[in-house]
């Protein structure tokens, strides 16, 4: 059975667009408004949507529909898995946080994931119980 869920960032593209909307008016130019559509929409292409995939051998997590920025992650180098609850201090994107790093592209839940190496990778999620299973279903304890 093979994990694979696609978490979309509406909130985050919303509020990115407030911030070029506000940004504009206090400056009001027509130029650093389209400057901001233009980088509100790069964004929102690399970072608006957050892929898992939990396969035979590996976790593949990637940002946007374009997967230039991926992490792949083998079955065996995860010692254990549990879910979590990030602080909104954590923001979203990529982040290195106390004791790891985290992918999100929205809200709080995530699934931590233990590395053979002694570091944690944090997976934002909306469906935190269903990766858990996916990881169980491949050995990893929880």
Do not use: K
């Amino acid at each position: 059975m093979r994990y694979q869920h696609t978490q979309v960032g509406y909130w985050m593209a919303g509020a990115m667009v407030g911030l070029a909307a506000i940004i504009a008016l206090r400056v009001q130019s027509l130029t650093i408004f389209g400057v901001m559509c233009l980088v509100t929409t790069l964004a929102s292409a690399l970072f608006g949507t957050l892929t898992v995939i939990v396969d035979e051998t590996s976790v593949h997590v990637r940002f946007g529909p374009v997967s230039l920025l991926r992490e792949r992650i083998a079955v065996a180098d995860v010692t254990h898995a549990r879910v979590v609850r990030n602080s909104p201090l954590y923001g979203w994107g990529m982040r290195y946080i106390p004791h790891g790093r985290l992918w999100n592209v929205w809200g709080l839940d995530a699934v931590e994931l233990q590395l053979r190496n002694g570091t944690r990778f944090r997976i934002g999620t909306n469906e935190p119980q269903e990766l858990l299973q996916a990881l169980r279903a491949r050995g990893i304890s929880a």
